[in-house]
Every structure is written in structure tokens, then in C-alpha cells.
């Protein structure tokens, strides 16, 4: 592929991922709210359960969603995913009881962009530019991270709390398909074939057989189980007891979105100059037991600033990183089902996870959530270091890189 059509793929891909976030974002400002106006109150441990079964909704997409991108492609896994996305963003508008957003999580089967977009990637990168093309993702992520929220809230304002939430479901179905229709290019062509449809086996068949998938499924279950752990402990606590009013809220945004852009332009690139991708990886870890380490300790919200600032930027590194050795660990025409085992892994994290954090706050405290964190990424750490052995493969990869 000419590095003109490269560059193409990447500017639409990136317009892709920034309306996905932006209505994601716009959701995720309005969800907590939408939540807590309903006709009952729900715990702690209500949520939990929510967000746990939505998450396993999740994984069960995230499968049939990787197989079958092998043998359709991946614009129609794109397209299914912003319809099925679509209808639940406008579903929870409606939803005023546990019951109701329980059972609209069933959409979620669907909500797997991010996961074809990571197989998308790796048909039109070399393994070696793969995390740095994968960071540039991060810039319509970090765009979306300030101008979500803010649509969102101000819609809200001037209008209700469901129907701006209605409106971000209608919008981003609108304003994606077009650009998914008429813009996506097809970067490869993968046959039918029948060992390409939708088989389980094939799934338990790649797992035995590949180690080097195998260490990248892991390490990636690890940095996400430690993330969920922490995020869903910062979200609820950290930012409710340092945040003064909406304009602290919007500082955290602003921090969050210059960490990544960064360490996309400043600091990936001096990394990549000077270390392989195994050290790469384990600097990021070491970013991230600092940041989830000293979440316990901090008593300002400058000093929850700071290390929202390293947890943003470490946690993408890590999670581009992990991405990379999975799609470099199999052929091109198991990229749909490599990404989608990646999927599975990173949901069942989060269908394990709010379950444990969220009794584990209610019955003793919220500060073991942030140890929990702390311990996972340690442990990941050391599993980088001592056992895995495929981080360095493509190292001495003779394929062309994408500059530009």
C-alpha cells in the first residue's frame, strides 16, 4: 500500500475514532446522572452489577465480532457496531429503573469499535510502527475528552438530562455511517473461507497453539483489570472529594487531554529513539504503579492532577503497546480473531472487576481498590520482565515504516 493511501486510511480513522469518543464521552458525562434519576435509588453494588453484565455482553460480541471481521471485513463490523451503539445510546435515555438499564446493556454486544479499529490498524502498519500509529488514535480521543463532555452537559442544560442524551445516540449513528459508507478504505481482502466462520474452536485452537498470543492476552487482562480497579474508584471518590465545581471537572479533561497528546509528539518518540518495545512497556508499568500507588496518599487536587496526568499517559502507552504484540503474534488473516480474543480479555476484566471494587468499597474502604491496582500492575511488571519472550520480535523487522 502507497504511503499516500497509509495516510489516508489514518486521517479517516482518526475521524472515525473521534466521533466514536465523542459520543461516547457525551454518554459517560450524563450516564452517573441518568442513573441516579431514576425511580428508585441504586447502590453502589447496583451499579456494579450493571456495568458487570454489561461488560460480559461485551466479551460475547467481542468473539463473534473478531471472527466474523475475518471473513466480512472490517466495515461492516464498524457499521454493525455504530448501529447496535446507536440504539443503546438512545435506550438509556428512556431508562428509569435497574431493570431497564440492566437489560439494555444486551446492546452492548455490539459496542466493539475500538477492537475492529486495533484489526483495522495492523492491515495497513508494519509491526514495528504499529504502538506509534496506535498512539495517534489518542488525538481525536483526547479532542473527544474536552468537547464531549461539554456538548453534552451544555445540551443538557438548555434541554433535559435524556434528551441530550437521546440526541448524542441519534447524532454520532448519524454522523458516523456516511463517513463509514462512503470513506472507509478497503485495506485488504481476506477469501471466505469456512474455517473463517463463526467457530468457537477456532479461538481454543490459536490459544494452544500460540504462546506469544497467549503472553499478550495476559498482560493486556492485567493492565486493564488494574485500570478498571482504579478508574472506577477515581471517578467515584478522588474527583467527588477534590472537585470544588464544573470548572475543576473541566481541568481534569484538560490535563487528561494534554497528557496524551504529549506523549504522542514528545514523549513516545524520544522512547522509541532509545529503548526497545519490551523496556518501552515496562517503563509505562512503572509510570502506572506510581500513579495508582500514590492515588492513596493524595490530599490536593493538584496533586490528583499530577497523577491523572501520568496514569493517562502511561495507560495508553501500555495498552497501545500490549495491542501491538497481539496483532504482531498472528497472520493477517487472523488479525479479527486475535483483536477480538483481545476484547474478550479486556471485557471479562470488566464484568470481574466492578463486582470486587464495588463491595469491596462498600463493606471496608475505598483506598483498597487503588492497592488492588497497585499490586496488578506490579505483578504485570514482573511478568513482562521475567516471562515474557515475544515483546522484542519485531525488532528486527526489515518491513518499510510509516513516517510521516
Not at 145 to 156: D, N, Q, T, Y
Not at 328 to 356: N, R
Request: aromatic share 14%.
Amino acid at each position: 500500500m502507497s504511503l499516500e493511501r497509509k495516510q489516508k486510511v489514518m486521517l479517516v480513522l482518526c475521524l472515525i475514532f473521534g466521533i466514536w469518543h465523542v459520543g461516547t464521552q457525551w454518554t459517560t458525562t450524563l450516564l452517573s446522572f441518568l442513573q441516579w434519576d431514576t425511580d428508585e435509588v441504586m447502590t453502589i453494588v447496583d451499579l456494579g452489577y450493571i456495568q458487570a453484565f454489561g461488560s460480559l455482553c461485551n466479551a460475547a460480541g467481542a468473539l463473534a465480532f473478531g471472527q466474523i471481521a475475518d471473513t466480512t471485513g472490517a466495515q461492516t463490523m464498524f457499521m454493525l457496531s455504530c448501529i447496535l451503539t446507536g440504539i443503546y445510546y438512545c435506550g438509556i435515555s428512556f431508562a428509569k429503573s435497574w431493570y431497564a438499564f440492566f437489560f439494555l446493556q444486551i446492546f452492548r454486544f455490539g459496542y466493539q469499535l475500538d477492537s475492529t479499529a486495533e484489526m483495522y490498524l495492523a492491515t495497513v502498519t508494519t509491526e514495528r510502527e504499529r504502538t506509534g500509529a496506535l498512539m495517534k488514535l489518542t488525538m481525536p480521543q483526547a479532542v473527544a475528552m474536552f468537547f464531549g463532555p461539554i456538548v453534552g452537559s451544555k445540551l443538557a442544560a438548555w434541554t433535559s438530562l435524556r434528551f441530550s442524551q437521546l440526541i448524542c445516540g441519534v447524532a454520532m449513528t448519524s454522523a458516523l455511517m456516511p463517513v463509514l459508507y462512503f470513506l472507509l478504505p478497503q485495506t485488504h481482502s481476506i477469501p471466505k473461507l469456512a474455517s473463517a466462520k463463526l467457530r468457537p474452536q477456532d479461538y481454543f485452537y490459536m490459544l494452544k497453539q500460540n504462546t506469544h498470543l497467549r503472553e499478550g492476552l495476559v498482560v493486556r487482562a492485567m493492565v486493564v483489570a488494574a485500570y478498571v480497579c482504579y478508574e472506577m474508584i477515581a471517578r467515584n471518590f478522588l474527583l467527588r472529594a477534590y472537585m470544588k465545581d464544573t470548572n475543576d471537572s473541566a481541568y481534569v479533561l484538560l490535563v487528561m487531554a494534554a497528557s496524551l497528546l504529549s506523549v504522542q509528539f514528545i514523549i513516545l518518540p524520544i522512547l522509541q529513539r532509545n529503548v526497545n518495545p519490551k523496556t518501552l512497556l515496562q517503563i509505562a508499568l512503572c509510570g502506572l504503579f506510581f500513579s495508582y500507588g500514590s492515588a492513596t496518599f493524595t490530599t490536593t487536587f493538584e496533586q490528583l492532577l499530577v497523577i491523572t496526568a501520568v496514569q493517562t499517559g502511561c495507560y495508553a502507552i501500555a495498552y497501545a503497546e500490549t495491542s501491538t504484540q497481539i496483532t504482531s503474534a498472528v497472520e493477517m488473516t487472523d488479525l479479527g480473531k486475535a483483536t477480538g480474543l483481545a476484547s474478550m480479555c479486556q471485557w471479562m476484566t470488566h464484568f470481574i472487576l466492578p463486582i470486587y471494587a464495588s463491595n469491596l468499597v462498600q463493606h471496608y474502604h475505598y483506598t483498597y481498590a487503588f492497592y488492588t491496582a497497585a499490586l496488578m500492575t506490579i505483578s504485570t511488571l514482573g511478568y513482562v520482565t521475567f516471562v515474557v519472550r515475544n515483546a522484542n520480535n519485531r525488532v528486527q523487522t526489515l518491513l518499510p515504516s510509516l513516517a510521516y
